[in-house]
T-cell receptor, first 114, second 111 residues
Framework: NAGVTQTPKFQVLKTGQSMTLQCAQD?????MSWYRQDPGMGLRLIHY???????DQGEVPNGYNVSRSTTEDFPLRLLSAAPSQTSVYFC?????????????FGPGTRLTVL | DAKTTQPPSMDCAEGRAANLPCNHS???????VYWYRQIHSQGPQYIIH???NNETNEMASLITTEDRKSSTLILPHATLRDTAVYYC????????????FGRGTSLIVHP
C-alpha cells in the first residue's frame, strides 16, 4: 500500500490564484481530513469527511472547499489564495475500527502564497 | 472533548527513558488518551492509545493514573530519531471523530 499520498510537495502561488491540493489513500479508509500547520504551531483542522459524499467544516474552513466523490480521494481547493494561507498542509485518513480509529498522515504540501 | 496540558519542551539523554507527561483532569469515563508524534517536516505518526489500563507496544508505554486525570508516555530507550513533537489527545470512543491537535511537547534527545 502507498498509504496517504499528497501532491504537489511544494507550491508557490500568487495572491488571488486558485489551486487544488490532491490527497489520495489506498487503504479503503472512511474518514479523511485536511489540516494546516503554521510555523511553531500545532495542526488545525480545515475540513473533514466521514465518507464519500459527506464533508464538514473544521476549525479554520474559510477560504477552502472540499468534496468527496470517491472513498480514495479528498481534494482541497483554495478559491483565491492569500498570504495568510502560506502553510504546510497535511491530509490524513482513518478507519474507525470499533470506534477507535488511528490516523495515517500524508507527507504534506508546502504552500507559499506571495 | 477533555482538554490536555503538556509541557512545551523537554530533553532527554540518548539511551535513557523519556517520560512525557499529559494532564487531562476533565477526562470523562468513555474518553481515550491517544499519543501521536511529528518528526520535523513530516506528517504526525500514531504511537499508542489507552482507556484505563497501562498499555505497551513496540514503540512506547502509556501509563495512566488511577483517577485517569493524567498520563505519561514512556519511550524506554530514547534515540536521536525520537526527537519530535509529541501530541497527547483525549477523545471519545466510537462515532465520527477527527482529532484536533494542540502544540504538544517538543522532545529533544541529545547524545
Amino acid at each position: 500500500n502507498a498509504g496517504v499520498t499528497q501532491t504537489p510537495k511544494f507550491q508557490v502561488l500568487k495572491t488571488g490564484q486558485s489551486m487544488t491540493l490532491q490527497c489520495a489513500q489506498d487503504m479503503n479508509h472512511e474518514y479523511m481530513s485536511w489540516y494546516r500547520q503554521d510555523p511553531g504551531m500545532g495542526l488545525r483542522l480545515i475540513h473533514y469527511s466521514v465518507g464519500a459524499g459527506i464533508t464538514d467544516q473544521g476549525e479554520v474552513p474559510n477560504g477552502y472547499n472540499v468534496s468527496r466523490s470517491t472513498t480514495e480521494d479528498f481534494p482541497l481547493r483554495l478559491l483565491s489564495a492569500a498570504p495568510s494561507q502560506t502553510s504546510v498542509y497535511f491530509c490524513a485518513s482513518s478507519y474507525p475500527a470499533g470506534g477507535l480509529d488511528t490516523q495515517y498522515f500524508g507527507p504534506g504540501t508546502r504552500l507559499t502564497v506571495l | 472533548d477533555a482538554k490536555t496540558t503538556q509541557p512545551p519542551s523537554m530533553d532527554c539523554a540518548e539511551g535513557r527513558a523519556a517520560n512525557l507527561p499529559c494532564n487531562h483532569s476533565t477526562i470523562s469515563g468513555n474518553e481515550y488518551v491517544y499519543w501521536y508524534r511529528q518528526i520535523h517536516s513530516q506528517g504526525p505518526q500514531y504511537i499508542i492509545h489507552g482507556l484505563k489500563n497501562n498499555e505497551t507496544n513496540e514503540m512506547a508505554s502509556l501509563i495512566t493514573t488511577e483517577d485517569r486525570k493524567s498520563s505519561t508516555l514512556i519511550l524506554p530507550h530514547a534515540t536521536l530519531r525520537d526527537t519530535a513533537v509529541y501530541y497527547c489527545i483525549v477523545r471519545e470512543g466510537g462515532g465520527s471523530y477527527i482529532p484536533t491537535f494542540g502544540r504538544g511537547t517538543s522532545l529533544i534527545v541529545h547524545p
